[in-house]
Nanobody, 127 residues
Framework: QVQVVESGGGLVQPGGSLRLSCTAS????????MGWYRQAPGKQRELVAVTTSGGTTNYTDSVKGRFTISRGNAKNTKNTVYLQMTSLKPEDTAVYYCAVKSGGLLFANDPRRYDYWGRGTQVTVSS
């Protein structure tokens, strides 16, 4: 069994920053991809950023240059992924979900391909 837990959401003003964290635990030996999705009210869930165990990253166009995904380097943090969000905009408001899968970046933008999901953390960008 695998557990995925996110933290770090909250309310921030436009132009501000937040850092989300996600830790996966359990039988995760083959789950090499960790990604962040988000879902705003009335919209489909979309991939925000994804990273592999080898350090390859990918971002959706709307967050390039503003968000950075990274993975822990220490032995006890290698299954932790972070999403540093800067220059936040109201349109970034959504519930952010962490998800894990195997198989590299193939189909990384298809949420149906992910094996385990966290419960989500709310990010609200508003003045």
């Amino acid at each position: 069994q695998v557990q995925v837990v996110e933290s770090g959401g909250g309310l921030v003003q436009p132009g501000g920053s937040l850092r989300l964290s996600c830790t996966a635990s359990g039988s995760i030996f083959t789950l090499d991809v960790m990604g962040w999705y988000r879902q705003a009210p009335g919209k489909q869930r979309e991939l925000v950023a994804v990273t592999t165990s080898g350090g390859t990253t990918n971002y959706t166009d709307s967050v390039k240059g503003r968000f950075t995904i990274s993975r822990g380097n220490a032995k006890n943090t290698k299954n932790t992924v972070y999403l540093q969000m800067t220059s936040l905009k109201p349109e970034d408001t959504a519930v952010y979900y962490c998800a894990v899968k195997s198989g590299g970046l193939l189909f990384a933008n298809d949420p149906r391909r992910y094996d385990y999901w966290g419960r989500g953390t709310q990010v609200t960008v508003s003045s």
